[in-house]
């Protein structure tokens, strides 16, 4: 399975591409981050966004997107930020067909480090060491990045399974 993994924000938006499968050594094939200027319009931002996205998309022709799950923030500004960017990668997903995935960052980390409390320092070792990195994804977008993806490959793949067995036994 290819993830495309989105950790949403306006300034830094993290990116990853990932593919394997649970049981299987994981591939990196992009750990990135796109960043757009804080002082210009939102609609330029969203569209930098969106075109970075798309052409993550076509590149690396991800089987399913999965982006952190924005939830309730005490910032509103940065709350709705980081919604209008997440929708840029679901707007990309429905109009190529891709199926989404929505982890929210307990999730996230719980599949990552087996802690749902962990801290962003702990989830950033874990998926250097996952992916046998030389050095660790920075910023800290772009780690959180790569672990939105590996909580898809691994919880996506088992949840697919799981359905494909209901599917064959309800025939």
């Known amino acids: 399975m290819r993830v495309l993994g989105v950790d949403p924000g306006l300034t830094r938006c993290g990116v990853a591409v990932i593919e394997g499968a649970p049981g299987t050594p994981l591939i990196a ?3 990135g981050v796109i960043r757009t200027g804080a002082d210009e319009e939102i609609s330029s931002r969203l569209a930098q966004i969106e075109a970075a996205l798309e052409m993550l998309v076509t590149e690396f022709e991800p089987d399913v ?3 952190e799950r924005v ?3 005490q910032n509103v500004r940065s709350a709705m930020g ?3 960017a997440a929708a840029m990668a679901l707007v990309i997903a429905g109009r190529r067909d891709l199926p989404i995935a929505m982890h929210t960052p307990t999730e996230v980390k719980a599949a990552v480090t087996g802690s749902g409390r962990a801290d962003k320092a702990q989830v ?3 998926v250097t060491r996952l992916l046998r990195l030389a050095e660790a ?3 800290a977008d772009a780690a959180d990045a790569v672990a939105i993806a590996i909580c898809q490959v691994w919880r996506g793949s088992a949840q697919r399974r799981i359905a494909e ?3 064959a036994v309800a025939r």
Do not use: D, G, V, W
Request: hydrophobic share 50%.
């Open 29 to 31: 094939h992009h750990i």
């Open 65 to 67: 997107i999965a982006i």
């Open 71 to 73: 939830f309730s923030q």
């Open 82 to 84: 980081t919604a209008q």
């Open 124 to 126: 950033t070792a874990m």
């Open 137 to 139: 994804p920075k910023p």
């Open 165 to 167: 067995a209901i599917a």
